[in-house]
């Protein structure tokens, strides 16, 4: 099974920007689809980004559209979060996941079988 790894996170003033990385441990990366999620304190994962196996297909929650970016390198195992014009509601922890492809958004934890351990990021206002 795929082991992942989050990076990235930290303490940035709003309007800030971070970059969030995640590396895969083998090249089975490839045949996953990624997603991004993030938990606030005493609140449930939350959906931000997904993309496809081959990058072709990528969505956003509504919240972050036009804000952050999701992309990913193959080559690499890797898959990035670029987090432009952060706000305070931002704040959480990170964490990237791997999941079987699938049609359609796939915006819910339970459709992602392998995670990343989180990283925090903070945004203060």
């Known amino acids: 099974q795929v082991q992942l790894v989050d990076s990235g996170g930290g303490l940035v003033q709003a309007g800030g920007s971070l970059r969030l990385s995640c590396a895969a441990s083998d090249d089975t990366f490839s045949m996953y689809d990624m997603a991004w999620f993030r938990q606030a304190p005493g609140k449930e994962r939350d959906f931000v980004a997904r993309?496809?196996?081959?990058?072709?297909?990528?969505y956003y929650a509504d919240s972050v559209k036009g804000r952050f970016t999701v992309s990913r390198d193959n080559a690499k195992n890797t898959v990035s979060l670029q987090m432009n014009g952060l706000k305070p509601e931002d704040t959480g922890v990170y964490y990237c996941?791997?999941?079987?492809?699938?049609?359609?958004?796939?915006?819910?934890?339970?459709?992602?079988?392998?995670w990343g351990q989180g990283t925090q990021v903070t945004v203060d206002s």
């Open positions: 996941a791997a999941g079987r492809p699938r049609t359609g958004l796939a915006a819910t934890p339970s459709d992602y079988n392998f």
């Open positions: 993309i496809s196996w081959n990058g072709l297909s990528i």
